[in-house]
Protein backbone atom coordinates (compact mmCIF):
# COMPACT_ATOMS: atom_id res chain seq x y z
CA UNK A 1 0.00 0.00 0.00
CA UNK A 2 1.54 3.45 -1.11
CA UNK A 3 0.53 6.50 0.75
CA UNK A 4 -1.03 6.66 4.41
CA UNK A 5 -4.85 7.84 4.49
CA UNK A 6 -4.91 10.52 6.98
CA UNK A 7 -8.56 12.21 6.16
CA UNK A 8 -11.97 10.14 5.31
CA UNK A 9 -12.00 10.28 1.65
CA UNK A 10 -15.56 11.63 0.16
CA UNK A 11 -16.21 13.01 -2.93
CA UNK A 12 -14.96 17.09 -2.40
CA UNK A 13 -12.39 16.33 -4.83
CA UNK A 14 -13.90 17.95 -7.53
CA UNK A 15 -12.74 21.16 -8.20
CA UNK A 16 -9.43 20.84 -7.11
CA UNK A 17 -7.03 21.80 -9.53
CA UNK A 18 -3.18 21.76 -9.62
CA UNK A 19 -0.26 23.35 -11.51
CA UNK A 20 2.36 20.94 -12.36
CA UNK A 21 6.01 21.67 -13.86
CA UNK A 22 9.02 19.00 -14.54
CA UNK A 23 12.00 18.71 -15.97
CA UNK A 24 13.47 17.04 -18.74
CA UNK A 25 16.40 14.33 -17.57
CA UNK A 26 19.17 12.89 -18.76
CA UNK A 27 19.75 9.40 -17.63
CA UNK A 28 22.71 7.07 -17.60
CA UNK A 29 25.41 9.91 -18.36
CA UNK A 30 28.02 7.68 -19.61
CA UNK A 31 28.79 4.90 -17.00
CA UNK A 32 25.78 5.36 -14.56
CA UNK A 33 23.66 2.73 -16.47
CA UNK A 34 19.93 3.06 -14.98
CA UNK A 35 21.87 4.48 -12.22
CA UNK A 36 22.78 8.18 -12.49
CA UNK A 37 20.48 10.81 -14.06
CA UNK A 38 20.60 14.50 -14.21
CA UNK A 39 17.91 17.32 -14.25
CA UNK A 40 17.54 19.85 -17.28
CA UNK A 41 15.89 23.33 -17.33
CA UNK A 42 13.70 21.94 -20.07
CA UNK A 43 9.96 21.57 -18.41
CA UNK A 44 6.66 20.35 -19.30
CA UNK A 45 4.13 22.09 -17.53
CA UNK A 46 -0.12 20.73 -17.54
CA UNK A 47 -2.66 22.13 -15.55
CA UNK A 48 -5.21 19.56 -13.83
CA UNK A 49 -8.42 19.59 -12.56
CA UNK A 50 -10.66 17.11 -10.96
CA UNK A 51 -14.00 17.04 -11.62
CA UNK A 52 -17.20 15.95 -10.75
CA UNK A 53 -18.13 14.11 -14.55
CA UNK A 54 -16.37 10.72 -14.87
CA UNK A 55 -14.07 10.48 -17.93
CA UNK A 56 -10.77 12.31 -19.17
CA UNK A 57 -10.63 15.57 -21.59
CA UNK A 58 -6.83 15.47 -22.09
CA UNK A 59 -5.56 18.54 -24.30
CA UNK A 60 -1.79 18.98 -25.48
CA UNK A 61 0.21 21.96 -26.89
CA UNK A 62 3.77 21.80 -28.40
CA UNK A 63 5.23 18.33 -28.32
CA UNK A 64 3.56 15.67 -29.47
CA UNK A 65 0.24 17.86 -30.12
CA UNK A 66 -1.96 15.72 -32.31
CA UNK A 67 0.52 12.56 -31.72
CA UNK A 68 -0.01 11.26 -28.28
CA UNK A 69 -3.71 9.97 -27.35
CA UNK A 70 -6.32 12.22 -25.86
CA UNK A 71 -7.75 9.73 -23.65
CA UNK A 72 -7.42 7.72 -20.48
CA UNK A 73 -4.33 6.05 -22.16
CA UNK A 74 -2.40 9.39 -22.01
CA UNK A 75 0.45 8.44 -19.99
CA UNK A 76 0.31 11.44 -17.24
CA UNK A 77 -3.80 10.03 -16.99
CA UNK A 78 -2.37 6.28 -16.56
CA UNK A 79 0.07 7.54 -14.36
CA UNK A 80 -2.25 9.64 -11.82
CA UNK A 81 -4.78 6.77 -12.14
CA UNK A 82 -1.79 4.36 -10.83
CA UNK A 83 -1.09 6.50 -8.20
CA UNK A 84 -5.31 7.06 -7.23
CA UNK A 85 -5.03 2.87 -7.26
CA UNK A 86 -2.41 2.67 -5.29
CA UNK A 87 -3.66 5.20 -2.76
CA UNK A 88 -7.08 3.19 -2.56
CA UNK A 89 -9.08 6.47 -3.49
CA UNK A 90 -11.42 6.05 -6.65
CA UNK A 91 -10.17 8.26 -9.47
CA UNK A 92 -12.71 11.53 -10.18
CA UNK A 93 -13.45 12.95 -13.08
CA UNK A 94 -10.12 14.78 -14.61
CA UNK A 95 -9.39 17.71 -17.29
CA UNK A 96 -5.59 18.10 -18.02
CA UNK A 97 -3.51 20.58 -20.41
CA UNK A 98 -0.40 19.81 -20.93
CA UNK A 99 1.91 22.54 -22.37
CA UNK A 100 5.31 20.17 -23.53
CA UNK A 101 8.63 21.11 -24.35
CA UNK A 102 10.63 17.76 -23.62
CA UNK A 103 11.18 16.29 -27.24
CA UNK A 104 9.76 12.52 -27.46
CA UNK A 105 11.61 9.48 -28.04
CA UNK A 106 14.98 11.37 -27.57
CA UNK A 107 16.55 10.43 -24.58
CA UNK A 108 15.40 13.23 -22.52
CA UNK A 109 13.05 11.77 -20.50
CA UNK A 110 9.64 12.15 -21.74
CA UNK A 111 8.10 9.35 -20.36
CA UNK A 112 9.74 9.97 -17.26
CA UNK A 113 8.23 13.53 -17.22
CA UNK A 114 4.97 12.56 -17.77
CA UNK A 115 5.06 9.84 -14.98
CA UNK A 116 6.21 11.98 -12.94
CA UNK A 117 3.88 14.82 -13.84
CA UNK A 118 0.79 12.64 -12.85
CA UNK A 119 2.54 11.21 -9.40
CA UNK A 120 2.98 14.74 -8.44
CA UNK A 121 -0.68 15.80 -9.64
CA UNK A 122 -2.34 13.23 -7.99
CA UNK A 123 -0.62 13.93 -4.85
CA UNK A 124 -1.51 17.71 -5.14
CA UNK A 125 -4.93 16.38 -5.58
CA UNK A 126 -4.98 14.28 -2.92
CA UNK A 127 -3.60 17.14 -0.23
CA UNK A 128 -5.16 16.70 2.78
CA UNK A 129 -6.60 13.01 1.93
CA UNK A 130 -3.48 11.37 1.35
CA UNK A 131 0.04 11.69 2.27
CA UNK A 132 3.12 10.49 0.46
CA UNK A 133 7.01 9.71 0.98
CA UNK A 134 9.44 11.20 -0.95
CA UNK A 135 10.38 7.22 -1.32
CA UNK A 136 6.57 6.72 -2.43
CA UNK A 137 6.47 8.96 -5.09
CA UNK A 138 9.98 7.48 -6.08
CA UNK A 139 8.31 4.51 -6.22
CA UNK A 140 4.93 5.02 -7.79
CA UNK A 141 6.65 6.53 -10.97
CA UNK A 142 9.56 3.65 -11.14
CA UNK A 143 6.36 1.15 -10.88
CA UNK A 144 5.32 2.30 -14.87
CA UNK A 145 9.01 3.53 -15.96
CA UNK A 146 10.41 0.10 -15.18
CA UNK A 147 13.57 1.81 -13.92
CA UNK A 148 14.29 4.90 -11.31
CA UNK A 149 17.36 6.68 -13.42
CA UNK A 150 14.83 9.29 -15.45
CA UNK A 151 12.43 9.37 -12.79
CA UNK A 152 14.68 10.13 -9.67
CA UNK A 153 16.15 13.51 -11.19
CA UNK A 154 12.68 14.13 -12.98
CA UNK A 155 11.09 14.07 -9.11
CA UNK A 156 13.74 15.61 -7.18
CA UNK A 157 16.22 17.56 -9.28
CA UNK A 158 19.89 17.88 -9.75
CA UNK A 159 22.17 15.09 -10.34
CA UNK A 160 20.31 11.35 -8.70
CA UNK A 161 21.77 8.05 -7.90
CA UNK A 162 19.45 6.14 -7.71
CA UNK A 163 19.23 2.33 -6.54
CA UNK A 164 16.56 -0.56 -6.14
CA UNK A 165 16.23 -2.31 -2.79
CA UNK A 166 13.90 -5.00 -1.71
CA UNK A 167 11.67 -2.33 -0.19
CA UNK A 168 11.96 -0.50 -3.61
CA UNK A 169 13.71 2.14 -5.53
CA UNK A 170 16.13 4.98 -3.68
CA UNK A 171 17.77 7.56 -4.43
CA UNK A 172 20.21 10.16 -3.61
CA UNK A 173 20.36 13.81 -4.89
CA UNK A 174 23.43 15.34 -5.05
CA UNK A 175 24.46 19.67 -6.05
CA UNK A 176 26.34 19.79 -9.19
CA UNK A 177 29.15 21.80 -9.70
CA UNK A 178 28.46 25.58 -11.30
CA UNK A 179 31.14 24.98 -13.45
CA UNK A 180 29.23 22.21 -15.69
CA UNK A 181 27.38 23.12 -18.35
CA UNK A 182 25.67 20.29 -20.38
CA UNK A 183 24.54 20.99 -23.87
CA UNK A 184 22.31 18.18 -25.42
CA UNK A 185 22.50 17.78 -29.02
CA UNK A 186 19.04 16.26 -30.79
CA UNK A 187 18.64 14.48 -33.71
CA UNK A 188 15.32 14.63 -35.87
CA UNK A 189 15.14 11.21 -35.87
CA UNK A 190 14.02 8.99 -32.90
CA UNK A 191 14.99 6.12 -31.03
CA UNK A 192 12.70 2.94 -28.94
CA UNK A 193 13.98 2.75 -25.30
CA UNK A 194 12.60 -0.94 -25.77
CA UNK A 195 14.74 -1.60 -28.91
CA UNK A 196 17.83 -0.22 -27.15
CA UNK A 197 17.07 -2.33 -23.76
CA UNK A 198 16.59 -5.42 -26.30
CA UNK A 199 20.62 -5.23 -27.72
CA UNK A 200 22.03 -5.39 -24.13
CA UNK A 201 23.30 -8.49 -23.70
CA UNK A 202 22.42 -10.75 -20.62
CA UNK A 203 25.84 -11.00 -18.77
CA UNK A 204 29.18 -8.41 -19.27
CA UNK A 205 32.19 -9.79 -19.12
CA UNK A 206 33.71 -8.87 -15.17
CA UNK A 207 36.80 -6.40 -16.39
CA UNK A 208 34.30 -4.42 -18.10
CA UNK A 209 32.19 -4.50 -14.86
CA UNK A 210 35.28 -2.90 -13.19
CA UNK A 211 35.45 -0.38 -15.70
CA UNK A 212 32.24 0.89 -15.55
CA UNK A 213 32.15 0.44 -11.27
CA UNK A 214 35.45 2.94 -11.39
CA UNK A 215 34.13 5.28 -14.33
CA UNK A 216 30.72 5.99 -12.69
CA UNK A 217 32.00 6.27 -8.78
CA UNK A 218 34.68 8.75 -10.28
CA UNK A 219 31.67 10.65 -12.73
CA UNK A 220 30.28 11.06 -9.20
CA UNK A 221 33.22 13.11 -7.86
CA UNK A 222 33.78 14.99 -11.43
CA UNK A 223 29.99 16.58 -11.44
CA UNK A 224 30.04 17.75 -7.94
CA UNK A 225 33.75 18.43 -6.96
CA UNK A 226 36.41 18.13 -9.77
CA UNK A 227 34.69 19.01 -13.57
CA UNK A 228 38.25 18.82 -15.14
CA UNK A 229 38.09 14.50 -14.55
CA UNK A 230 34.74 14.78 -16.60
CA UNK A 231 35.98 13.44 -19.57
CA UNK A 232 38.03 10.30 -18.11
CA UNK A 233 34.89 9.89 -15.67
CA UNK A 234 32.22 9.78 -18.63
CA UNK A 235 33.88 6.44 -20.18
CA UNK A 236 31.54 3.27 -20.43
CA UNK A 237 31.93 -0.19 -22.11
CA UNK A 238 28.44 -1.47 -20.37
CA UNK A 239 25.40 -0.41 -22.50
CA UNK A 240 26.65 2.47 -25.66
CA UNK A 241 28.55 0.14 -27.71
CA UNK A 242 25.91 -2.47 -27.98
CA UNK A 243 23.46 -0.20 -29.10
CA UNK A 244 25.70 1.52 -31.00
CA UNK A 245 25.04 0.05 -34.51
CA UNK A 246 21.03 1.06 -33.89
CA UNK A 247 22.17 4.81 -33.49
CA UNK A 248 25.04 4.90 -35.85
CA UNK A 249 25.42 8.81 -36.17
CA UNK A 250 25.02 9.42 -32.50
CA UNK A 251 27.98 6.80 -32.46
CA UNK A 252 29.90 8.25 -35.11
CA UNK A 253 29.23 12.29 -33.48
CA UNK A 254 30.26 11.06 -29.86
CA UNK A 255 33.62 9.06 -31.29
CA UNK A 256 33.98 12.66 -33.16
CA UNK A 257 33.35 14.99 -29.93
CA UNK A 258 35.47 12.68 -27.89
CA UNK A 259 38.25 12.73 -29.68
CA UNK A 260 38.43 16.46 -29.65
CA UNK A 261 38.43 16.04 -25.74
CA UNK A 262 34.37 16.17 -25.30
CA UNK A 263 33.06 14.57 -22.74
CA UNK A 264 30.27 13.47 -24.72
CA UNK A 265 28.12 9.79 -24.09
CA UNK A 266 24.33 9.07 -25.25
CA UNK A 267 21.72 10.77 -23.65
CA UNK A 268 19.22 8.07 -21.50
CA UNK A 269 18.68 5.27 -24.58
CA UNK A 270 19.26 7.72 -27.33
CA UNK A 271 19.91 9.22 -30.14
CA UNK A 272 20.62 12.53 -28.45
CA UNK A 273 24.13 13.35 -27.06
CA UNK A 274 24.82 14.93 -23.84
CA UNK A 275 28.05 16.74 -23.39
CA UNK A 276 28.61 17.49 -20.07
CA UNK A 277 31.04 20.50 -20.58
CA UNK A 278 33.18 22.41 -18.83
CA UNK A 279 32.13 26.18 -19.58
CA UNK A 280 30.02 27.86 -22.38
CA UNK A 281 33.23 28.10 -24.81
CA UNK A 282 33.18 24.21 -24.50
CA UNK A 283 29.40 23.90 -25.66
CA UNK A 284 30.26 26.12 -28.56
CA UNK A 285 33.02 24.63 -29.20
CA UNK A 286 31.01 20.99 -29.59
CA UNK A 287 28.18 22.51 -30.79
CA UNK A 288 30.23 23.65 -33.75
CA UNK A 289 31.74 20.55 -34.79
CA UNK A 290 28.55 18.30 -34.78
CA UNK A 291 27.21 20.92 -37.14
CA UNK A 292 30.42 20.33 -39.28
CA UNK A 293 31.00 16.68 -39.22
CA UNK A 294 26.54 15.67 -38.57
CA UNK A 295 25.49 14.68 -41.91
CA UNK A 296 21.57 15.22 -40.76
CA UNK A 297 20.36 18.76 -38.78
CA UNK A 298 20.68 18.35 -34.79
CA UNK A 299 19.20 20.65 -32.92
CA UNK A 300 21.67 22.50 -30.05
CA UNK A 301 20.32 22.79 -26.29
CA UNK A 302 22.48 24.34 -24.14
CA UNK A 303 20.55 23.60 -20.98
CA UNK A 304 21.21 24.64 -17.30
CA UNK A 305 21.15 21.70 -14.39
CA UNK A 306 17.65 21.90 -12.96
CA UNK A 307 18.10 22.06 -8.87
CA UNK A 308 14.35 22.08 -7.93
CA UNK A 309 12.78 18.81 -9.45
CA UNK A 310 9.12 18.12 -10.35
CA UNK A 311 6.81 21.16 -8.44
CA UNK A 312 2.92 21.12 -7.83
CA UNK A 313 0.93 24.08 -7.06
CA UNK A 314 -2.75 23.96 -5.90
CA UNK A 315 -4.56 26.03 -8.08
CA UNK A 316 -7.97 26.64 -6.44
CA UNK A 317 -10.34 24.33 -4.32
N1 LIG B 1 18.79 3.65 -18.28
C1 LIG B 1 17.81 3.64 -19.33
C2 LIG B 1 18.40 2.95 -20.54
C3 LIG B 1 17.43 5.06 -19.66
O1 LIG B 1 19.47 3.37 -20.97
O2 LIG B 1 17.80 2.01 -21.05
C4 LIG B 1 16.37 5.15 -20.72
O3 LIG B 1 15.11 5.02 -20.19
Same mark, same amino acid.
Given at each position: ?27 NLGPGFDTL ?14 ? =????? &? $???? *??? %? !?? #???? +??? /? ?37 ? =????? &? $???? *??? %? !?? #???? +??? /? ?11 D ?11 I?W ?31 ? +??? /?QPESVPHEDAVFNVSRSALLVAA ?6 LLFQATEDKLHQHY ?20 P?V ?52
Open positions: MTGTLVAPVDTALAGRAVQVKVPATSAGLALARYDELEIRAT =ATAGV &V $VEVH *GVG %E !GE #VPLD +ASH /LVVRSIAHTFERAGVALPGLELVAHNTIPHGRGLGSSGA =AIVAG &V $VAAK *GLL %E !GV #VDFT +ADE /LLELATELEGHPNVAPALFGGLTAVTPEGPRHKKLIVHRGVSPLVLVPEHEMSTAL +ARS /LLIQSPERAAAMPETDRLIQALREAGHAVSGAGPSILVLASDPSERAAATALVERVADTVWQALPLAVDFKGATVVNAER
